[in-house]
């Protein structure tokens, strides 16, 4: 790299600014899509581009940042991040976390986090993230820019750095002629200076600011790990279930979507005993309520008739015991065998059927008197029986109240979504790949290969399919 005395001697003759911009052609790749040129010519001894004057102390500030020594460092401490007090006080830094109140904080969580706290690995692994963010194309940014600035000495490049390829952020790392990989924000900010741009720079964030910032990442990017610590909260809790169960697992359940919707922290407990085949267990979601969860005699008083009336249904159980790899999962919602979310995906309620019916009237009325609609009507009233009317079978709520809800990885490890009724029929809801135990998604008119699909069909314990 030249050297700081040799560049101050040596004003250059000439400097060239290249801006590429590079356009996704959405096959790993890019390409050129358009290149600006920006020369900077030393004329006696004013620098002009195009007509306009540049001051030399901005090429020679440019250049001064260009050869810095400091510029392959990337430490924590150029951030102004004192890394042995990161070492020594992990207490401190958990208390930085902006989302406190989302965890318990039990002994085992503090334990686990505490030692990721303290891993200077993880803030430099972060602070990288955080510098190379905007590096990649998105659904809504097809464009990346590239910067290329090269000195000249008697028509011979004596300096030359490069950009990163980047759609937002920072323009550094950059690349110099030895290779090297520079980290200096100040080589954007006098560039900005030079080419007199509107864009606007935002600085590395560093100290506090930036010591929150890591925290937050590191503990946001643990939070899977923290939820499955987080039912240690209720240990004593669990271990009333070890009078009837063998406890498998215990854990928060994190997010929201297939079994839960707005219930308050809820605790997944896998439970086992002798009642059950070997690749059946029982799944008790238990809501925290106050200072505990939710009660546990409901379960121990329930769950031999779940077990059993679910292990009696002949097609289901007739498959577990001829593939014994495929699992059953039968859920218990603190008190009962499906919840209220639930209902409402499989069954929806008057309302929302009232409205879908008034939603077909209209367009049948609209074909009966010839007018033309602009959308596929027979589509439009399978969207609207699926949003409005769930599986359309309307039940009554006192009698799907009573259903239970079950999941099944079947031998290819495809999952679905079942509800045993109070006749003991059994509903199959929700296939989410290419088969559910023997049955195949063209059983239900459906010939796609992946993608979730609502079956919605009912079958006797034989495994037959009751008409609708």
């Known amino acids: 790299m030249t050297s700081l005395s040799a560049v101050g001697q040596t004003p250059p003759d000439s400097v060239v600014i290249t801006i590429n911009t590079y356009v996704n052609n959405f096959s790993d790749s890019d390409n050129i899509y358009h290149t600006d040129n920006f020369p900077i010519i030393l004329d006696g001894k004013k620098y002009f581009l195009n007509d306009d004057r540049i001051a030399k102390s901005k090429i020679l500030e440019l250049l001064n940042e260009l050869t810095n020594p400091g510029n392959t460092n990337n430490s924590l401490a150029k951030y102004e991040l004192d890394t042995n007090w990161i070492k020594s006080n992990p207490a401190n830094l958990l208390s930085l976390y902006s989302d406190r109140n989302r965890i318990d904080w039990n002994e085992q969580q503090k334990e686990f986090i505490f030692k990721k706290l303290t891993d200077l690995s993880f803030y430099n692994e972060e602070l990288n993230d955080l510098l190379l ?50 980290y200096n924000f100040n080589i954007e900010t006098k560039l900005k200076d030079i080419l007199s741009t509107k864009e606007k720079l935002k600085a590395p964030l560093k100290g506090e600011k ?17 939820y499955k610590l987080s039912a240690y909260s209720y240990q004593n809790e669990i271990n009333e279930l070890k009078s009837d169960f063998s406890v498998v697992s215990f854990e928060e359940v994190y997010g929201r979507g297939r079994y839960i919707w707005d219930e308050p922290k809820t605790m997944k407990i896998v439970l086992k005993n002798n009642l059950m085949y070997d690749n059946v267990s029982l799944v008790f979601l238990a809501s925290k309520y106050g200072n505990t969860i939710y009660s546990r005699d409901s379960i121990k008083n329930d ?85 409005d ?71 006797n314990s034989n495994g037959q399919k009751v008409p609708k």
Request: hydrophobic content about 35%; charged content about 20%; aromatic content about 16%.
């Open 133 to 182: 963010s905007g590096q990649g194309y998105t659904m809504h940014h097809r464009y990346k820019n590239e910067y290329l600035i090269k000195f000249y000495n008697n028509g011979i490049i004596s300096n030359e750095i490069k950009s990163r390829k980047y759609v937002w952020g920072y323009k550094m790392p950059w690349l110099n002629q030895s290779g090297d990989t520079l």
């Open 210 to 226: 930036l010591q929150k910032y890591l925290v937050n990442k590191i503990i946001d990017n643990n939070m899977a790990s923290l």
């Open 303 to 387: 769950y031999t008739n779940y077990v059993n009336r679910i292990q009696s249904v002949k097609f289901i159980s007739d498959y577990l015991k001829a593939n014994p790899t495929s699992r059953l999962d039968i859920y218990y919602f603190n008190n009962k065998g499906i919840n209220d979310y639930n209902i409402e995906s499989v069954n929806k309620n008057p309302t929302t059927w009232a409205r879908h019916d008034k939603w077909v009237e209209s367009l049948r009325w609209s074909e009966k008197n010839n007018i033309k609609m602009t959308f596929d009507i027979d589509q439009s009233i399978k969207t609207s029986q699926q949003n």
């Open 389 to 459: 009317c769930g599986c359309n079978y309307r039940f009554d709520k006192s009698y799907i109240e009573k259903a239970i809800f079950f999941e099944i990885n079947d031998a290819t490890n495809s999952s679905s979504i079942w509800f045993l009724l109070p006749d003991n029929t059994v509903l199959l809801y929700i296939m989410d790949n290419l088969t559910a135990l023997n049955f195949k998604r063209s059983d239900f008119n459906d010939n796609k290969e992946y993608g979730l699909i609502y079956p919605c069909a009912i079958f």
